[in-house]
């Protein structure tokens, strides 16, 4: 089955600085992969995806890349704010055919932005 | 914009007993979803549903659980005889593909 391994967390930064957030995966077949994001006290919001190799989701200001010869979608931003302080959760499906869309999820990265 | 919603918000029951949560799925939605979110842990898969029956399901999804869809609109997840161990989050969600999800703010469901 899936599999979707994120970095090791928390991860604390000061405002305008650089983020990445490293996430690769494991799948049969060519997965959709998404990046969501939790709030303090909210649900999981979508972020941005990429359905094939190559294609890059952006959103906010936030840009991930499908590298399939590397199995990464690495989470970027180039200059982060407080208010992107959350809960940032890769995940991974396969969709269409036999698949009725089970999202396989990362372990989370805690981001903290400090100002 | 077109939004899931879930009710209640937070649920606090006794060991052994029966609850439901409920979810308003995305109106033009044809998959459905629900997971759970230990507090600390990663959000787990529990069961999808498509055309009116459970298209798959997690070893979690034990017969404890069960969902349904009885009207139009509303999607439900059961759960018979509540455990301390299912205190958690859970997070209902539609698709229109079975692709991209959009997910619901969430049940915190209390276990006493």
């Known amino acids: 089955g899936n599999s979707v391994t994120q970095m090791e967390g928390p991860v604390t930064l000061s405002e305008e600085a650089f983020l990445t957030i490293n996430c690769t995966y494991t799948a049969t077949g060519y997965p959709s992969l998404f990046w969501y994001v939790q709030y303090p006290g909210e649900g999981l919001q979508l972020l941005l995806k990429a359905t094939k190799a190559d294609d890059k989701g952006s959103n906010k200001g936030f840009e991930a890349t499908y590298r399939k010869e590397t199995t990464s979608f690495h989470l970027e931003k180039g200059s982060v704010q407080v208010s992107d302080s959350a809960v940032y959760f890769c995940a991974s499906v396969n969709a269409g055919g036999t698949s009725y869309g089970k999202l396989t999820f990362g372990q989370g990265t805690i981001l903290t932005v400090h100002p | 914009e077109p939004e899931v919603t879930q009710t209640p918000s937070h649920q606090v029951t006794q060991m052994g007993q029966e609850v439901i949560l409920r979810c308003v799925p995305i109106s033009n939605h044809l998959y459905f979803y629900w997971y759970r979110q230990i507090l600390g842990q990663k959000v787990e898969f529990l069961v999808s549903f498509y055309n009116n029956e459970i298209s798959e399901k997690s070893e979690i999804f034990d017969d404890q659980f069960s969902v349904e869809r009885p009207d139009g609109s509303n999607f439900t997840l059961k759960i018979r005889s509540t455990k301390l161990e299912d205190s958690a989050m859970y997070f209902c969600?539609?698709?229109?593909?079975?692709?991209?999800?959009?997910f619901g703010p969430g049940t915190r469901l209390t276990v006493l």
């Open positions: 969600a539609s698709s229109v593909i079975s692709d991209t999800q959009y």
